[in-house]
């Protein structure tokens, strides 16, 4: 079940990899972007992680709280993206809990044609500049999505990734903030 804008948000209740609890509710009169990650050794979900983090203060002064999912333990997670010290929320999701509520998908095809555009190649150098290697997870078919949710609750962009590199752009989470008149600080 995909989500749509207009949609309420889904109620979650998750632990970030320092262990503390977060929930939707704490956010309630903010806008939220939730991302969805694949596994947390996986080169492009790490670059993502570190161009998405240059931009977070820009978007942070004009409010918006973020959430990282990613759907491996927290050991893993610390050992990968929590080794940068991220200004924002990490949580392991390794049972998929919050992944199914928000109706994120598995494709194997869309997986391997992935593999087939110049974007991943491109990507794939760039992780390597970054010394973000890779590994292998069993749901390595898992595509990202992306949820910005208003601060009345309610989703204001859905984004199911197309391909494993297929993230919100930055761009659309600050035309929707203005939308929202969200001002900048």
Same mark, same amino acid.
């Given at each position: ?10 109620p979650? !209740? ?8 977060i !929930?939707l ?5 903010k ?9 947390a ?45 991220y200004?924002?929320?990490?949580v ?11 109706g994120?998908?598995? !494709? ?11 974007s991943?190649?491109v990507?794939?150098i ?7 290697w890779g ?6 078919g898992k595509?990202?999505a ?9 989703i ?10 297929d993230?919100l ?16 600080n």
């Amino acid at each position: 079940m995909r989500l749509k804008i207009g949609d309420d948000a889904i109620p979650f !209740s998750a632990e970030t990899i320092e262990g503390k609890t977060i !929930s939707l509710k704490q956010f309630a009169g903010k806008p939220l972007l939730l991302m969805f990650y694949r596994y947390a050794s996986c080169p492009m979900c790490n670059l993502r992680l570190r161009d998405f983090a240059q931009q977070f203060p820009r978007l942070h002064a004009r409010g918006l709280e973020v959430v990282a999912f990613f759907h491996s333990p927290a050991r893993n997670i610390r050992a990968n993206a929590g080794t940068h010290h991220y200004p924002f929320y990490l949580v392991a999701d390794p049972e998929f809990n919050v992944y199914r509520r928000y109706g994120v998908e598995t !494709s194997w095809p869309r997986f391997f044609l992935s593999m087939l555009l110049p974007s991943f190649y491109v990507d794939w150098i760039r992780s390597m500049r970054y010394g973000f290697w890779g590994g292998v997870a069993w749901q390595m078919g898992k595509m990202p999505a992306d949820f910005l949710i208003g601060p009345d609750g309610r989703i204001v962009k859905a984004h199911y990734g197309r391909e494993i590199g297929d993230h919100l752009p930055v761009t659309e989470v600050e035309a929707a903030l203005t939308d929202l008149r969200v001002p900048a600080n």
